[in-house]
């Protein structure tokens, strides 16, 4: 089991991906698009560390998380990340942790899979806006996951009162960042089967977080915001992720200053939660209208 948990760890895969896409780049020197990936996995490599600091530095700074509010703020919505993962322990658990260990790979794979079709936008650029975004809204509201918060006991977790607890470690929990990138797969699908298989791989995220204990439910649904945000930073269309920014920021300071109204208020939890999935739904809908409107001969939708 250790031998699977050190393979499937992030450092793991990314040095393993860099190493492979050296040897794919030596084969063909001429290829730009095996140079380009090469700099990339080195540059991420690279923000991995700085940003390793930076959180850790932050988690020192502002020990205090937000795990209780959000384990209350499940309990307003009226599912608990606990319930889901319960129902997932066994083989389903092990496929979700590879799932969840997957990211950075997929990153890389959905990247080469676009770069060579006619996708507008630019989803380097996403995911620049992506890792530039996360850490900043982390400090809005720094949690770490049930599994941090609860340990042994957080798949049966007891009753808390929701205020801020003291936990060493470094936030990363809302928005979900996963939940989010997966969602800009499913933005930048270049096709129906591709937009089927970013769909299953959205959905097999979603549980992933909760199964492995990284994440709250509530965690989620502000991380399909966030991703609609960075998706649309990546197509150029700066006024939906301006919205979206907002939507995000609302969740996040929301939760951050008014927690104590969203618990007390289940009514105006779940309406928030609604009118974010609707938003999220609408706007990939009207991405998905878009790319498959008509095009004239200067390139703009009859």
């Known amino acids: 089991m250790r031998a699977i948990n050190f393979l499937l760890s992030p450092p793991t895969i990314a040095v393993m991906a860099l190493f492979l896409s050296v040897i794919w780049m030596l084969r063909d020197e001429k290829d730009k698009v095996r140079v380009e990936l090469v700099f990339a996995l080195v540059l991420n490599l690279f923000y991995g560390v700085l940003l390793n600091i930076f959180m850790a530095r932050e988690g020192a700074i502002s020990p205090w998380k937000f795990d209780r509010i959000l384990f209350s703020l499940d309990s307003s919505l009226g599912v608990q990340a606990a319930t889901i993962a319960r129902t997932l322990e066994g083989p389903a658990h092990i496929f979700l942790e590879a799932v969840y260990q997957s990211m950075v790979p997929m990153m890389i794979a959905w990247y080469l899979l676009i770069r060579y079709r006619r996708i507008a936008g630019s989803i380097i650029l996403t995911y620049i806006a992506e890792l530039v975004a996360g850490p900043l809204l982390y400090i809005i509201v720094p949690a770490c996951g049930p599994i941090y918060a609860f340990k042994n006991q957080w798949l049966h ?67 399909l915001a966030f991703g609609v945000f960075v998706s649309n930073v990546g197509l150029h269309n700066f006024r939906r992720a301006g919205g979206f920014l907002a939507l995000t920021l609302v969740w996040s300071l929301g939760v951050r200053f008014a927690y104590a109204t969203l618990i007390a208020h289940p009514i105006l939890t779940r309406s928030m939660a609604g009118i974010t999935l609707l938003s999220v739904i609408l706007a990939l809908y009207r991405h998905w209208c878009a790319q498959a409107a008509p095009k004239t001969d200067g390139g703009i939708a009859a």
């Not at 929701?162 to 928005?175: C, D, I, K, Q, T």
């Not at 996963?178 to 769909?199: C, D, E, N, S, Y």
């Open 157 to 223: 977790p007891p009753a808390v009162t929701p205020v801020p607890m003291r936990l060493a470690g470094m936030p990363n929990a809302f928005p979900s960042l996963h939940v989010g990138t997966a969602f800009v797969f499913l933005m930048f699908a270049p096709g129906r089967i591709w937009k089927v298989a970013a769909f299953l791989f959205l959905v097999a995220t979603c549980l992933a977080t909760l199964s492995t204990g990284e994440h709250y439910v509530i965690d989620l649904i502000a991380g």
